[in-house]
C-alpha cells in the first residue's frame, strides 16, 4: 500500500530563518504528492503539487517542494519564515483514482 | 463560487442522540469524500463517492454511521447513535477528478458529551 511518512510532528524555527518539513513516501508506483496547509479552525488549503512534471515545485506563500526519487522524499521548504506560516502542514499522495492517504501531519511554530 | 459549505460549523449533542453533518459542494466536481480529523488518529478518509455514487466507504467506522449523497449539490454523513468517541472535525472534500487536489470545507466540529 502506498503511504507518506512526515518526520517530526512538530517544528519550531524563528521569523526569518528557513522551515523545513519533511516528507517521505512509499509507492510501487511513481506518485503524485502535494502538500496541504491547515490554519486554526479551517479546512485544509492546496500548497503545492507533483504531478510528474518538474521535480522542483513552486508553491503558494512562498513554499516549494522537490521530489527527489532516489530518497523517496518531497520535503517543503520555505526560505525565511514569516509569523503567518504557523500552521499545521500535511503532506499526502493519491492512492488509486482519487483516494488522498495523508501523513499525520507537522504543527510549524514561528517564534519572534 | 462559494466553495464547500459545511453546516453546522459546532454541534454538540448527548450520547445516544442522532447527528446529521451537511455538506454542500461546489458545482462541477465529481468527486466527493468525508474525512475525520482528530488528534490520535490525524486524518482518516470514512468515504468517498462519484458522481453521487458511494465508490468506497470502508473507512466508515461502524454501521452507526452512514452517508448519502442524493444529488451533486448536497450529501450527509449521520450519526446514529452518536457517542463521545465520535467527537472530532469531519471534512467534506471536493475533486474534480484528475490531479488537481481537493477543495475543503471548513468543517464540523462535533462534541458528543
Known amino acids: 500500500a502506498q503511504s507518506v511518512t512526515q518526520l517530526g510532528s512538530h517544528v519550531s524555527v524563528s521569523e526569518g530563518a528557513l522551515v523545513l518539513l519533511r516528507c517521505n513516501y512509499s509507492s510501487s508506483v511513481p506518485p503524485y504528492l502535494f502538500w496541504y496547509v491547515q490554519y486554526p479552525n479551517q479546512g485544509l488549503q492546496l500548497l503545492l503539487k507533483?504531478?510528474?512534471?518538474?521535480?522542483l515545485v513552486k508553491g503558494i506563500n512562498g513554499f516549494e517542494a522537490e521530489f527527489k526519487k532516489s530518497e523517496t522524499s518531497f520535503h517543503l521548504t520555505k526560505p525565511s519564515a514569516h509569523m503567518s506560516d504557523a500552521a499545521e502542514y500535511f503532506c499526502?499522495?493519491?492512492?488509486?483514482?482519487?483516494?488522498?492517504?495523508f501523513g499525520q501531519g507537522t504543527r510549524l511554530t514561528i517564534n519572534p | 463560487d462559494a466553495g464547500v459549505i459545511q453546516s453546522p460549523r459546532h454541534e454538540v449533542t448527548e450520547m445516544g442522540q442522532e447527528v446529521t453533518l451537511r455538506c454542500k459542494p461546489i458545482?462541477?466536481?465529481?468527486?466527493l469524500f468525508w474525512y475525520r480529523q482528530t488528534m490520535m488518529r490525524g486524518l482518516e478518509l470514512l468515504i468517498y463517492f462519484n458522481n453521487n455514487v458511494p465508490i468506497d466507504d470502508s473507512g466508515m467506522p461502524e454501521d452507526r454511521f452512514s452517508a448519502k449523497m442524493p444529488n451533486a449539490s448536497f450529501s450527509t454523513l449521520k450519526i446514529q447513535p452518536s457517542e463521545p468517541r465520535d467527537s472530532a472535525v469531519y471534512f467534506c472534500?471536493?475533486?474534480?477528478?484528475?490531479?488537481?487536489?481537493?477543495?475543503f470545507g471548513s468543517g464540523t466540529r462535533l462534541t458528543v458529551v
Open positions: 507533483y504531478t510528474s512534471a518538474a521535480t
Open positions: 458545482s462541477g466536481h465529481d468527486y
Open positions: 472534500a471536493v475533486s474534480g477528478g484528475g490531479l488537481g487536489g481537493y477543495t
Open positions: 499526502a499522495l493519491i492512492q488509486g483514482a482519487q483516494k488522498l492517504v
